[in-house]
């Protein structure tokens, strides 16, 4: 195919802004539009090492002040991003700074946003194989390299999701096929007290409804009890219900448990459940050799979830799903209608629209298999190893200062903590910690955050953003140790 002339192009963008049903933009204002926003962007990024941690997040009335109808006439584009780069995104968590110690972070690295950049420009249609063969192969060389770092088989299939939860629908969706089948009524989904709560909303999406989803007791590590799997397994099939999935955290959210991966499957393999892992936080630490202990069974998994925007670092709205058998996950979704091309061979080409729930779907797979391409998997394992290290070193000053109870060593790259005093109460010690993770934030160096857990709120570390190095850990724990100490020293009434 002969490419178009310069004459060509010129051509065919050769448009003038008085023509009303135009919404064609000639080449070389596309190009300085493009570098205006990548000028604005790059000098955001610059900046993230001295922008607070979070900001303003009073803004009720600015949010109520941006509500208006639709414009009928066109504003140029620099008086839009003037005040989106001014006041808008920095009224929000700053959650691609190197001091996003809160939640589980989701990194952004900048060749992903590249990769969007060349995705939407050449907005090629990659829901089906035919639509763009080369494309979509990019996307299946991606699933391969995750199958392959989780050790699963070759016959294990998967799809790029929005994120977690899509994903662990799906996986609870191929379940529910390969193990119900017209029992809907009778499935009994089994999980822990510290499942991500997306769990049971997709098995609520998938058709399981609450009262069959078990929520059993975790031991004192926040981990799912495996003799509680069995007795409530037992209890079910007495009832006459169907166990038919048992779904087991790679690192959860509260406390960074990783549950007895090894012994669950076990119990799955011995009673007929499918196991599902969601890995959407810890997951690619099984990427590094030396940290794959941790994770032991997680290769034995049904089915995986996987969040690339959080062990891989890449832009929010990237998950992931591998499941073994890949004709069960392609069983589930596959669907055919007389307008759709057909794939030559599904054993040979991947085709998106076999294993997943969408067809009209966005180039995914270009912002995952880009920054891989560009760093490699060292570089990736590297920084995964150094985060792992850094919670580990932190978590360990964390324990030694006063007051602190360290309740959840960092299995992976995150721990848990509580703050009391000699005869202190737990309804003082959840509101002490609460203030301690208010406290640290406020002063603007790093973002910390808590969870509730039980009866118990918890303070929690998580060392995931790429852009964290020892500096700012150093930070945090210094913050940590001065605010305790002020804590403390106020409920003692000044002594020491």
């Known amino acids: 195919m002969t490419p178009p002339s310069r004459r060509d192009i010129e051509h065919t963008h050769r448009v003038t802004h008085d023509d009303p049903a135009s919404l064609e933009l000639p080449p070389a204002e596309m190009l300085q539009l493009g570098q205006d926003v990548l000028r604005r962007v790059v000098e955001h990024i610059a900046a993230l090492g001295s922008s607070p941690c979070h900001g303003d997040l009073d803004v009720t009335d600015v949010c109520r002040a941006l509500r208006a109808p639709a414009p009928e006439q066109g504003t140029p584009l620099a008086q839009l991003l003037d005040p989106l780069f001014a006041n808008w995104v920095h009224r929000s968590f700053n959650s691609a700074g190197p001091g996003y110690l809160a939640f589980i972070p989701g990194g952004g690295l900048f060749p992903s946003a590249l990769a969007d950049l060349i995705a939407d420009g050449v907005n090629r249609y990659t829901g089906v194989w035919q639509g763009a063969p080369v494309l979509v192969e990019l996307e299946a060389n991606v699933l391969r390299w995750f199958s392959d770092w989780m ?18 629908f799906s996986a609870i969706v191929s379940a529910r096929e ?19 709560h997306s769990v049971e909303k997709t098995a609520r999406l998938a058709g399981i409804l609450p009262d069959r989803v078990r929520n059993l007791e975790v031991d004192s590590d926040y981990r799912l009890r495996p003799e509680a799997l069995e007795a409530a397994i037992a209890e079910d099939r007495a009832q006459g219900l169907v166990p038919f999935l048992v779904v087991s955290s790679a690192g959860t959210t509260n406390t960074g448990a990783v549950d007895p991966l090894d012994a669950i499957a076990d119990i799955a393999a011995r009673e007929g459940l499918w196991h599902h892992v969601d890995g959407a936080y810890g997951a690619f630490f099984h990427i590094c050799p030396e940290l794959r202990p941790l994770l032991a069974g997680l290769s034995r998994a049904d089915s995986l979830t996987l969040d690339p925007h959080k062990g891989l670092f890449l832009p929010y709205g990237t998950g992931a799903l591998l499941v073994r058998d890949g004709e069960a996950l392609r069983a589930a979704h596959s669907a055919t209608a007389g307008y759709l091309p057909a794939t030559p061979d599904l054993n040979e080409f991947y085709d998106p629209c076999e294993y997943g729930p969408e067809l009209s779907r966005d180039f995914r797979g270009l912002r995952v298999w880009l920054p891989l391409s560009m760093f490699g998997a060292s570089r990736f394992r590297a920084a995964l190893l150094e985060k792992r ?108």
């Open 151 to 168: 050790q699963f088989p070759q016959a294990a299939r998967g799809l790029l999701t929005s994120g977690g939860t899509l994903a662990t």
């Open 178 to 196: 390969q193990r119900l089948g017209t029992r809907l009524r009778d499935g009994v989904l089994y999980t822990s007290t510290q499942a991500h």
């Open 389 to 496: 290290n850094l919670a580990v070193e932190a978590a360990g000053r964390v324990a030694e200062l006063p007051g602190i109870s360290l309740v959840a060593p960092p299995q992976l790259s995150l721990f848990a903590f509580h703050l009391g005093w000699p005869g202190s109460t737990l309804p003082e010690e959840n509101q002490a910690t609460r203030d301690l993770m208010r406290r640290v934030t406020a002063r603007g160096r790093v973002m910390v955050t808590g969870a509730q857990v039980g009866d118990r709120y918890l303070g929690r570390v998580c060392v995931l953003a790429f852009r964290t190095r020892a500096a700012h850990v150093d930070a945090c724990v210094e913050d940590i140790a001065a605010e305790s100490a002020a804590i403390l020293a106020e409920r003692s009434g000044g002594r020491q």
